[in-house]
C-alpha cells in the first residue's frame, strides 16, 4: 500500500511508526494510526482497512508432536503459552469466549513480547503456542508450519482501522493518503503489530 502511494503521489514523504502503546496522535504530531477497532476513542474519524477477524490460538507440529492437544481453555495449563507485553507493563491474559462468556486465560510460557511478529517466529519455530490475528497466522496455517487450536472458543475483533482526529481541517497530503487507504487498503494489511503511527510530510516540509 505504501509503495502505492508513493508512486501516486511522490511528492508526499511517509514517515512510519510501530508501537504497542497506545497515543495522543495531536500531541505526537502524527497524521494518523492504525490500531485495532476497539481501541479508536470516540472523538476519532475511523476508517476500516479489514473485515473483523478471530484471534487464533497455533502451535507448531513439532510443538504439538507427543503432545495432547488442548481442547478446552483450562488446558492450556499444560502447554508453554508465548505471551504479549502490554504497554502498561502487564501481561496480557489470552482473551478466549466459553459460549456466550467471555474468560481470560492465565498462562504461562519461556517467551514474552512486545509484538505479533516476534510471537509468530517464535510459534512457528515450536517455541509454545500463540494466541495470534488470524491474518497474521493465515499463511502459517495453510502451509502446514502452524496447526490452529481451540476454534470454538476463538475471540472476533472488530477488525483494523486506520484513524485520524476529527475535530481538525484534514490537511491535503492526509486526504490523499485517506483516497489511497480507501482504495488499496484492504487488501494491504499483513500484519499484526499492534498499532501504528504516521506522519505524512510534503514537499513544502508540512
Not at 137 to 146: N, P, S, T
Request: glycine share 10%; net charge neutral.
Amino acid at each position: 500500500m505504501i509503495t502505492a502511494f508513493y508512486q501516486a503521489c511522490p511528492e508526499i514523504e511517509v514517515e512510519i511508526a510501530v508501537s504497542a502503546e497506545l497515543v495522543d496522535l495531536v500531541a505526537e504530531g502524527f497524521d494518523a494510526g492504525i490500531p485495532l477497532g476497539q481501541f479508536i476513542a470516540p472523538d476519532m474519524v475511523a476508517v476500516r482497512l479489514t473485515p473483523p477477524f478471530s484471534f487464533a490460538v497455533v502451535g507448531s507440529p513439532d510443538r504439538l508432536g507427543g503432545r495432547k492437544r488442548p481442547e478446552r481453555v483450562d488446558d492450556l495449563r499444560d502447554h508453554a503459552c508465548l505471551r504479549m507485553h502490554r504497554s502498561n507493563g502487564s501481561i496480557a491474559p489470552w482473551p478466549l469466549v466459553d459460549g456466550k462468556k467471555a474468560v481470560e486465560a492465565i498462562v504461562s510460557g519461556p517467551l514474552i513480547a512486545h509484538d505479533y511478529p516476534a510471537l509468530l517466529g517464535a510459534a512457528i519455530q515450536g517455541l509454545g503456542l500463540a494466541q495470534l490475528p488470524g491474518p497474521l497466522v493465515k499463511d502459517a496455517i495453510v502451509d502446514g508450519r502452524l496447526h490452529a487450536l481451540l476454534a470454538p472458543f476463538a475471540v472476533t475483533t472488530p477488525g483494523v482501522f486506520l484513524y485520524y482526529p476529527g475535530r481538525f481541517q484534514v490537511l491535503p497530503k492526509l486526504r490523499a493518503f485517506l483516497d489511497h487507504v480507501k482504495h488499496h487498503g484492504a487488501d494491504a494489511w499483513r500484519d499484526g503489530n499492534a498499532r501504528r503511527r504516521g506522519k505524512l510530510k510534503d514537499a513544502s516540509g508540512g
